[in-house]
């Protein structure tokens, strides 16, 4: 389901030149005469050049951000209250009406409008903000803590196989009109939400197994694989259900508030910790095939095909390193040590030189030591932080949760779309990727007390084996 929503965002990434040059008029060559009346010509054109199309575009990625991040507050809570199949088969079948409303149905009605187009995009970022929270939160109701890292690095690469969905899905009907690009993907994602609606299982007890948590008092803390890592060993751990999507009323927790979700602990330095890292992730996913033919001339099909190399990265990255923070049970240690790889594989690309192969094996490592800690902190940490001993058996967290971490990063995303355009224009793109340092040290800074703790931890159970021996 997020693969879908991912690859409709992507294809709007996909046909911006067509848009472009569909929004302007047409160019005429010295030759051609000369069309009049001047003001009639232009009259189903939104804008005189391509420079103020391409800079409206720019505004409605920024404006979809924007409404994405203030909906993934809400749709978290949302998620934590409602039957999280309905929520998200919500979601999913009204994007891809609001998709197919903007790309397609505009276009055959020969309808040009800026407000229009404004006031679609941001509901088209309410509308999809309705997937992370809830498809974390489904997830975080099969898998517990045992294996959580592992399960979500791998399945955190959904987004990156949307990107490549959407990619195929636009290139293959590009040649026939940017609204039948449109048409495909709206198509698929509606489809894929009437799946969700008819068979999603949102929890183990809807097929009668037991829920998480349901036998702890009969396996030691040891063998316990399903007591979050952000627990705590004072809380009792006596506990029945705790499911994010409960079917037995009289059973069913009370949803956890807004505000008592940020006062959990690590929620709020997990978030401002997001904000950097997604800032720069989102940064590389927006900016790099720019920034690929901008530096070094190359051609903007190379550019884009080069570019999935950081996804490969992300995807390698996320899995290996969930699957080491599930030996140690600790991620804040993980995360510190990629992050500091991280800085100096942005130094080592900053002056990566012109060649493709070179140029490709340093991205990778770059999507690594960076896209993985990114898809860690959106899935399995934030399962974490919504599992935690302080809200089992008696409040729901984790959807609540889910959406002010990922709300708080795409607010630090939207944020630096801007800020990046800004350093490149008056800097230069080195100043771009000191800035890109500067921030994921900044997310090395936010979780540091969360780093000190964890080591402390595992230095802790160190001694205490020893002493065992």
């Known amino acids: 389901s997020y693969s879908l929503l991912h690859a409709s965002r992507k294809t709007f990434s996909n046909v911006k030149v067509s848009i472009s040059s569909q929004w ?8 051609a005469p000369e069309l009049r009346p001047y003001e009639l010509w232009n009259s189903s054109h939104l804008f005189p050049n391509a420079e103020e199309a391409t800079l409206f575009l720019g505004t409605l990625d920024t404006i979809f951000l924007f409404s994405y991040a203030v909906g993934l507050f809400v749709s978290g809570i949302v998620g934590d209250r409602l039957n999280l199949r309905w929520v998200l088969s919500f979601g999913m079948c009204s994007s891809a009406l609001v998709v197919f409303s903007f790309g397609t149905l505009t276009e055959w009605l020969h309808f040009y409008n800026k407000w229009f187009y404004c006031c679609l995009w941001v509901l088209n970022g309410l509308l999809q903000s309705t997937g992370w ?38 290139s293959c009907v590009l040649k026939y009109g940017y ?30 197994l ?9 396996v030691s803390v040891e063998e316990d694989a399903n007591r979050p890592l952000m627990g705590s060993d004072d809380v009792d751990d006596d506990d029945r259900n705790y499911s994010i999507q409960a079917t037995d009323n009289d059973n069913q927790p009370k949803a956890i508030g807004f505000f008592q979700a940020c006062c959990l602990p690590g929620v709020v330095l997990y978030s401002l910790a997001y904000a950097c890292l997604k800032l720069v992730n989102y940064s590389f ?27 490969v990265g992300g995807i390698i990255g996320g899995t290996i390193q969930g699957l080491i923070s599930d030996v140690l049970q600790k991620r804040a240690p993980v995360l510190a040590v990629s992050l500091l790889f991280a800085v100096g594989s942005l130094f080592g690309y900053s002056r ?21 800690p990114s898809n860690m902190i959106s899935s399995a940490i934030s399962a974490d932080l919504g599992r935690q001993d302080l809200v089992k058996g008696s409040s729901e967290a984790l959807a609540t949760v889910t959406g002010i971490v990922d709300g708080t990063g795409s607010i630090g995303a939207a944020v630096g779309q801007y800020l990046v355009s800004l350093i490149q224009e008056n800097l230069g793109w080195m100043w ?9 040290s900044s997310t090395i800074l936010f979780i540091s007390p969360l780093i000190v703790r964890e080591i402390s931890l595992l230095l802790h159970e160190r001694r205490l084996r020893m002493l065992a021996e």
């Open 432 to 440: 771009v990727f000191y800035f890109f340092i500067l921030m994921t």
């Open 179 to 208: 609204e039948y690009a449109f048409l495909v993907t709206a198509s698929v994602q509606f489809a894929g939400g009437v799946i969700v609606f008819f068979g999603l299982l949102t929890s183990p007890k809807e097929v009668g």
């Open 133 to 170: 929270p809830c498809v974390v939160a489904v997830m975080g109701n099969w898998f517990g803590k045992a294996g959580r890292g592992f399960v979500f690095g791998l399945w955190s690469a959904c987004a990156s196989v949307g990107n490549i969905l959407g990619a195929f899905l636009a």
């Open 24 to 31: 302007t008029p047409s160019c005429l060559n010295s030759t």
């Open 210 to 218: 037991p829920e998480l948590g349901a036998d702890e008092d009969k």
């Open 352 to 372: 990566s030189p012109n060649s493709k192969p070179i140029n490709a094996v340093i991205m990778a490592i770059t999507g690594f030591f960076i896209g993985g």
């Open 285 to 311: 996913f927006f900016w790099l095939p720019f920034y690929l033919s901008n530096n070094f001339g190359w051609k903007e099909a190379e550019a884009d095909q080069l570019s999935i190399w950081y996804d």
